[in-house]
């Protein structure tokens, strides 16, 4: 059975739209779902408050609850019929995430065992088939296919494989 | 550069001594190093005391401030000026233990990036040449060579790679 390793952030769980919650919070500024779709966060806040939103990450509460991106429980509830599949995420840098990340899989992916689930930093240490992942960087050394999922901050990273959505995604092992 | 996995629990951190410690303020029944070093504490203790002591590292602290495997850190911070180093450890099953797992590898190995250590479960998905571990059945999946790292709960098991200390360590990575 061959594996793919999913990445969380950008790929499953809506990091960003909580960057933006927070933002509005902080800042009493306002940022649609559609224009956060387009552009990277960093383009559209106010650059005076670029340093406050960098931090985000490592406060407490960031990565609780976050949504869920569009498709992805039910796309990789049926590929995990026909691969293994596991969860990677460079959560390392954030250890205030570590509860989070959990309880947030254990709820949307109840389905994947916490034996594939992985706490990692540098993902070439995943020995994997498929690397769906929204940071190419993880692609230089990483052993299988790196899929690029899009965000806006990947627009302008060329990669051979990129995908735009889970429906993507789907399509994309269709025929593997 | 060639890459080493190595686990933590009773191969760089001593398990088995907080196992005895926390038996003993809870029964009042010591048990000596050397015993530890010889049996399973399973085999040590009361039968009837074994379901509590199954739950200790499910519990708050129990991975707090372990002591260090003998030689450990001067032995791998030497493979780590030839091998990348990393720190692979089965943590997902307690949650509680990522905190103090994490602060105890920047106290006692600060020359290991965050960006080299992994919580997983299954290691099967770590892409590494060698995996320094004191569970074999980590190894039935794993991509690399094995290295059986021993401990009393391992005496009985057969693998053709076996290590009794640091030291042992140190001399089957010299022709490498």
Redesign the interface.
Known sequence: MK?I?IDMDEVIADAQYRFSEWYERDFGIKIRKEQLRRQKIEDIINPEHKEAIKEYPRKEGFFKDLEVIEDSTEVIRELSKRFEI?I?TA???F?FS??HK?NWLNRHFPFI??????????K?????DYLIDDNAYHFERF?GQGILFSAPHNAAINWPVRVNSWQEVKIYFDGK
Request: aromatic share 14%.
């Open positions: 594996r390793a596991f990677t959560a390392m840098e250890p570590f509860g959990l065992s916490w034996k594939h689930i992985v706490f990692c930093g540098d070439s240490i995943i020995n994997a052993i």
